[in-house]
């Protein structure tokens, strides 16, 4: 619980952090990496925080994001629109598992953007259709088919099914 306090602490003067540098590398020349730089930095504070106070989901979250990063310098992504879309949407859901830990609940997993950040980071397409994509607060469109899926199993499928991918359900 005290590691979690200290965590929570920094974790918002990381957050501002986090925003600042997204918007100087969404608003940088796609050949100028500066920026990049330091969005890993701070990913990698993040991720060793988050990892230290036993918070999985900002930890693995921040490290696809720094892979994804670490790639891009080296020249592996070439959709830099696509993984600013991405970022963005992976950056917003560090914010709200922050905000969950500050409310003192435990976030869930983000194993569809996990893995997407991670295709990236391998220099793969990845898949995530962020229009239709159910995150934290938001909703599902119609035409997503998960819709289907959460009225046929329940939503509390979808807790046990990220718990699985994660490994979380090995106990």
């Known amino acids: 619980p005290e590691l979690l306090e200290v965590f929570l602490d920094e974790a918002k003067e990381l957050l501002e952090a986090l925003e600042s540098d997204i918007g100087d590398w969404m608003g940088s020349d796609p050949g100028v990496l500066d920026s990049v730089a330091r969005l890993q930095r701070t990913l990698h504070t993040m991720k060793g925080g988050a990892r230290m106070a036993g918070v999985v989901t900002v930890g693995d979250l921040s490290h696809a994001m720094e892979s994804a990063f670490q790639s891009l310098n080296d020249g592996l992504i070439g959709d830099q629109d696509g993984l600013r879309d ?86």
């Not at 938001?138 to 099914?161: C, F, Y």
């Open 86 to 171: 991405l970022v963005r949407h992976a950056a917003d859901h560090v914010a709200q598992d922050i905000d969950v830990l500050t409310r003192g609940d435990l976030p869930q997993p983000h194993t569809v953007v996990i893995d997407s950040l991670e295709a990236a980071a391998r220099g793969e397409p990845w898949d995530i259709d962020l229009a239709t994509f159910a995150g934290p607060g938001e909703t599902v469109s119609m035409d997503s088919g998960l819709v289907e899926h959460v009225a046929e199993t329940g939503p509390e499928s979808l807790l046990q099914e990220d718990a699985e991918a994660s490994g979380l359900d090995e106990a």
